[in-house]
C-alpha cells in the first residue's frame, strides 16, 4: 500500500502545477557537524582551534574581506592571535583562472565526453596541485549543476554530462583528486541551479524560482551531489536562484534539512559571491559569505549577542570551515601563502610557476579523449600523407590577443563582444565565436592558457614534417577550394558563458560555410568545438560531409590532439554526454523560463518534466535523436558477449521502510553484472561500455554503470559492473527514504543508450 501511495504522491508532484510545491518549508535548527569517520581527526584539530577563538575571531573566518596582496575571488578573515592564516578562493574547475604560468586544462564537459574516471581523476589532482602552487586553498568546482535541464543553459559546459549518475561520478573522482593535491573543493551550485537567465535579482526583478517537486530533486538533481559527498567534498556553494520561492543560500528545507541532515554533510556550505542572503542565513545553514561581509558583517557578532543566532552556531560554522582546512592538510608548513601567485598581472609581481612536466601527459590525453567522432564515411584516419589540405573555418586559428585584459581573464578571447557585457543586462551575442578557436567557454569557469595549439598550426607542423601543401582561408563565408585537395576541413564553433543563456543551437553563417565548403570539396570534414550541444542536422547529410568530430572544448592542446587523431596516431574513444537531437523541439526542455506573459517580477519555471530530460525523455516519448546519449564512433569495431547476472543481496523494502541519503546501506554493492568485450577490428581502441538499468516505474533506462576498457586488436576484456542498493532505488516522498520495488528489473549492457548489445533481468 505504502509503494502505491509513493506512486500516486510522485505522479501528483510530477504533473502538478507550480502552486503545489512552490513552498520551501523552514528547518530548524542547523545541524551541528558530527565529525564523523573520515573527519574525525580533523574535526578534532578544528574544535581545538576554534575553542581557543573569541566570538569575534570565530565571526571573522566566516566572511570575505578586500586585500591589496592578491586578486583571489575572494580572502577569508585571519586569526593572528592563533597564527591562523586565512583562505584565499579562486575559479574554477578546469583550471586556475586569471592568471600566469598555469595550463588550461579540457573543461568539465570534455572530459564528461571521456566517460573516464581515472583521467578525471589525475586531471584534477594536476589542476589541484596548480592551485596549490598558486597559493589557493579553496578551488571553486567541480559543477554538479546546472546539469543541463535546458541545451541553451550558458553553464552546461562546466558540468560533466546532464546525465546524474555520470555527472555524480566524474564528480566524485575530481573531489578526491582535488583533495589529495591538498586544495578544498568546492561542489556547486546547490541545487537546480539550471539556467542563467533571471539567475539573480536584478533591476527590481526576483530571481527565478525553481520549482521541483521532492521526487525529482532527490532523483536528478541531488544525485551528484550525493556522490560529492560521499566522496569528502569539504564545501558545497549554494546557488543563485530561488528553490521554490526561496533563495538558495536562505533556504533551510535544502541546507539544514537536506544537506547537512540528510546527507550528513560536514564540510561547510559557501555562498556563491554577492548571493541573496540575510542575516538569518547563518540558522538557515549558512556558513561563509563571500566576497565580503554582506549582510553579516559585525551584526552576526550583534546577532550572538541579542539572541538571534546563537553562539554554537557561529561555532559550528569556524568549525566546519577549520575542519575542511585540517581535513586536506593545509596546517603547518604544507600550504604557500594563501594567495602567494595571485597578483595584478600589470604591477611588479614574483613569478609563480605552477606547472610541472607530469601534468603535460594528463593535458595532452584528456584533450584527445573528450574529442567524439559522429560521422566517418572512410575519411578518418588519412590513410595516406596528404599531398594537399584545405582548411577553412574561424575557429582553425588562435585568437588576436592572450595577454592580461579582460577577455583574458573571462576566457573571451574569440568572443569579444562578451568582455563588454554587464551581468544582468539583457544580452544576445554571437553564437558563435568568430575571433578564433576555443578551447574553453566564458568567464568564472574558464582557464589560463599557457599558449593555444590551434588547428592551423598543428596542422601545419604536421604538414611540414610530411611535405603537404596547406591551403587555407579563415574568412571567407564562401571561400574558393582547391579542387585538388585530398580533404577540407571546416571548423566552427558554438560558445557559452556565465551570465547570459544561449540563443540557439546553431548559427547560419556556420552552417552556411559548412554547405558551401562541401558544395566544392567532395571530402569536407567538419570539426565543431563546442561548448553544450550543436545541431547539425543543417548538413549533416550532405552526401560530400564524409566526416565529423564534436570536439568540445579540449584546452590548451586542442591541435595537437587533433592532429593525432586525423592522422590515426591516436583514437577515438569519446562519447557524447548528451543526447544531440534532431530538431530543437525534440528536447523535453528547449529554452530558459522568463517572465511570461504577464512580465511578473517573481519568474517561475516549473520543473514539471521530472526526471524526464535528455535520453531519458527521447526514450519515453520514441523521439529517434541524431545522435544518442553515449554514442560515439571509433577507428576499431567491438563485440559484447557473455552477459551474466548475480543478485548478491536484493529484495525489495517492506511497505513503510526505506533507506536514508546517509545510511551506508545505500551503497552497498547488491548485484554484480559482467560482460566481455572484444576487439575485432585492425587496431587498438577503447570502448566505453554502459549499462542502464530498466526501473518500474520509471525512465525506460537509466544509466547505472560504465567501464571504460582498452583493447589490442583481438583482445578480449571482461567487465564487471558493482550495482549498488541506490542504483535499484527510487525515492520514496511518504516516508522520505529510498525504496527498493517489486519488479523486473531489465539490464541493458550498451555501446550508447541506443545501441543495446546484451540483455538480461533481475527480478526482486
Not at 551528484?224 to 533551510?252: H, L
Not at 576541413?489 to 557559452?496: E, M, T
Request: aromatic share 10%; charged share 20%; net charge negative.
Amino acid at each position: 500500500m505504502a509503494a502505491m501511495l509513493s506512486k500516486l504522491f510522485a505522479a501528483f508532484f510530477a504533473a502538478s502545477t507550480a502552486s503545489a510545491y512552490t513552498t520551501s518549508p523552514p528547518v530548524f535548527p542547523s545541524p551541528p557537524g558530527k565529525g564523523a569517520g573520515i573527519w574525525a581527526d580533523s574535526y578534532n584539530s578544528a574544535r581545538d582551534l576554534v575553542g581557543q577563538m573569541t566570538l569575534e575571531e570565530k565571526v571573522n573566518i566566516t566572511r570575505g574581506f578586500t586585500v591589496s596582496d592578491n586578486v583571489c575571488a575572494g580572502n577569508t578573515g585571519t586569526v593572528p592571535r592563533l597564527g591562523w592564516p586565512g583562505m584565499c578562493l579562486h575559479d574554477a574547475g578546469n583550471g586556475v583562472r586569471a592568471t600566469d604560468l598555469v595550463n588550461s586544462y579540457p573543461s568539465a564537459l570534455h572530459v564528461g565526453a571521456s566517460w573516464d574516471r581515472d583521467l578525471s581523476y589525475e586531471r584534477a589532482v594536476h589542476i589541484g596541485l596548480e592551485f596549490k602552487a598558486k597559493g589557493v586553498n579553496i578551488v571553486l568546482g567541480p559543477n554538479a549543476g546546472p546539469l543541463g535541464r535546458t541545451p541553451l543553459g550558458g553553464r552546461n559546459w562546466e558540468g560533466f554530462s546532464v546525465d546524474p549518475y555520470l555527472s555524480g561520478q566524474l564528480n566524485a573522482e575530481t573531489v578526491v583528486g582535488h583533495q589529495d593535491a591538498g586544495v578544498i573543493a568546492n561542489i556547486k551550485h546547490f541545487i537546480a541551479n539550471e539556467q542563467e537567465t533571471y539567475r539573480r535579482p536584478y533591476f527590481g526583478v526576483e530571481a527565478v524560482s525553481a520549482n521541483i517537486d521532492d521526487k525529482t530533486l532527490h532523483e536528478f538533481y541531488l544525485w551528484p551531489f550525493m556522490d560529492g559527498v560521499r566522496a569528502g567534498v569539504a564545501s558545497v556553494m549554494c546557488s543563485y536562484q530561488r528553490i521554490n520561492n526561496t533563495y538558495g543560500c536562505e533556504n533551510s528545507k535544502l541546507l539544514n534539512g537536506v544537506l547537512k541532515n540528510e546527507l550528513a554533510f560536514d564540510g561547510f556550505v559557501l555562498l556563491d559571491w554577492n548571493a541573496q542572503h540575510n542575516l538569518d542565513s547563518a540558522n538557515a545553514g549558512l556558513d561563509m559569505l563571500m566576497p565580503g561581509g554582506g549582510s553579516w558583517g559585525n551584526n552576526l557578532t550583534e546577532a550572538v549577542r541579542n539572541g538571534t543566532v546563537s553562539e554554537d552556531r557561529v561555532t559550528d560554522m569556524a568549525t566546519r570551515i577549520l575542519a575542511a582546512w585540517y581535513f586536506v592538510g593545509q596546517n603547518g608548513t604544507n600550504f604557500p601563502v594563501p594567495g602567494i601567485g595571485m597578483k595584478n598581472l600589470t604591477l611588479p609581481h614574483e613569478r609563480v610557476d605552477a606547472r610541472i612536466p607530469e601534468s603535460k601527459p594528463v593535458i595532452l590525453k584528456g584533450a584527445i579523449a573528450g574529442h567524439v567522432l559522429v560521422k566517418n564515411d572512410g575519411a578518418l584516419p588519412f590513410k595516406k600523407r596528404p599531398t594537399m589540405l584545405s582548411v577553412y573555418g574561424y575557429d582553425a586559428t588562435v585568437p588576436d590577443t592572450k595577454n592580461t585584459d579582460t577577455l583574458f581573464q573571462l576566457g573571451y578571447t574569440s568572443s569579444p563582444e562578451m568582455g563588454q557585457a554587464v551581468l544582468g543586462t539583457e544580452h544576445h551575442f554571437n553564437q558563435a565565436a568568430r575571433g578564433g578557436t576555443i578551447i574553453t567557454g566564458g568567464r568564472a569557469g574558464a582557464n589560463s592558457p599557457a599558449y593555444i595549439d590551434d588547428p592551423l598550426s598543428a596542422i601545419q607542423h604536421r604538414a611540414k614534417a610530411d611535405g603537404t601543401w596547406v591551403n587555407w582561408d579563415l574568412t571567407s563565408s564562401n571561400p574558393e577550394v582547391n579542387t585538388a585537395s585530398d580533404a577540407c576541413l571546416v571548423f566552427i564553433n558554438a560558445i557559452s558563458t556565465e551570465g547570459w543563456d544561449r540563443d540557439g543551437l546553431h548559427d547560419d553563417f556556420s552552417d552556411g560555410l559548412v554547405l558551401n565548403v562541401a558544395s566544392k570539396c567532395a571530402n569536407t570534414i567538419v570539426v565543431v568545438h563546442a561548448s553544450g550541444v550543436r545541431l547539425v542536422d543543417q548538413w549533416i547529410d550532405h552526401p560530400n560531409v564524409t566526416a565529423t568530430i564534436v570536439a568540445h572544448l579540449p584546452g590548451q592542446d586542442s591541435g595537437e590532439a587533433l592532429v593525432k587523431l586525423i592522422y590515426g596516431d591516436a583514437g577515438f574513444s569519446g562519447k557524447l554526454p548528451y543526447t544531440l537531437a534532431k530538431n530543437e523541439s525534440d528536447y523535453a526542455v528547449y529554452a530558459p523560463c522568463g517572465r511570461g506573459p504577464s512580465n511578473t517580477t517573481e519568474p517561475q519555471c516549473d520543473f514539471t518534466e521530472g526526471v524526464y530530460l535528455d535520453y531519458r525523455h527521447f526514450d519515453a516519448n520514441n523521439i529517434t535523436p541524431r545522435y544518442e546519449f553515449g554514442f560515439g564512433l571509433s577507428y576499431t569495431t567491438y563485440t559484447y558477449s557473455a552477459l551474466s547476472i548475480e543478485p548478491l543481496d536484493l529484495s525489495p523494502d517492506p511497505q513503510g521502510v526505506s533507506t536514508a541519503c546517509n545510511d551506508d546501506r545505500l551503497w552497498e554493492v547488491v548485484a554484480t553484472v559482467n560482460a566481455t568485450i572484444t576487439n575485432t577490428g585492425a587496431v587498438a581502441g577503447e570502448e566505453v561500455a554502459q549499462l542502464y538499468l530498466g526501473i518500474p516505474n520509471s525512465p525506460p533506462k537509466q544509466l547505472r554503470g560504465f567501464e571504460k576498457v582498452p583493447l589490442s586488436p583481438g583482445e578480449s576484456a571482461e567487465v564487471t559492473f558493482e550495482l549498488t542498493r541506490r542504483d535499484f532505488s527510487v525515492w520514496d516522498v511518504i516516508t522520505q527514504g529510498w525504496i527498493v520495488q517489486t519488479g523486473e528489473y531489465i539490464v541493458y549492457v550498451a555501446a550508447s543508450s541506443r545501441d543495446i548489445r546484451l540483455t538480461g533481468s533481475i527480478s526482486v
